[in-house]
């Protein structure tokens, strides 16, 4: 069984920073692309940002130059860096991965809220 834990949301003023972690465990042989996506309150859920297993990435243009996506393949975790968050920032963030564990299959985490004020 895979599961994706992600931590470091929270309430942040206009302009401020956070970290997202989303760390994947239990049977997994390999894990392909990573990334972050966002729910907004009344909103489609939409991808903020992606990251292959070579490290190649992709953003959303509203995030572009703000966020960076990273990962720590030995430790099967990836992070979303944020700075200059604005309130239109403001969401549930889910971390997705495709991984190959007996066979390959498409996880979510459980999401963390952030909340930008202004």
């Known amino acids: 069984q895979v599961q994706l834990v992600e931590s470091g949301g929270g309430l942040v003023q206009a302009g401020g920073s956070l970290r997202l972690s989303c760390a994947a465990s239990?049977?997994?042989?390999?894990?392909?692309?990573m990334g972050w996506y966002r729910q907004a309150p009344g909103k489609q859920r939409e991808l903020v940002a992606s990251i292959t297993s070579g490290g190649r990435t992709n953003y959303a243009d509203s995030v572009k130059g703000r966020f960076t996506i990273s990962r720590d393949n030995a430790r099967n975790t990836v992070y979303l860096q944020m700075n200059s968050l604005k309130p239109e920032d403001t969401g549930v963030f889910y971390c997705?991965?495709?991984?190959?564990?007996?066979?390959?299959?498409?996880?979510w985490g459980q999401g963390t809220q952030v909340t930008v004020s202004s």
């Open positions: 239990g049977s997994i042989f390999s894990i392909n692309a």
């Open positions: 997705n991965a495709k991984i190959q564990s007996y066979v390959l299959s498409s996880y």
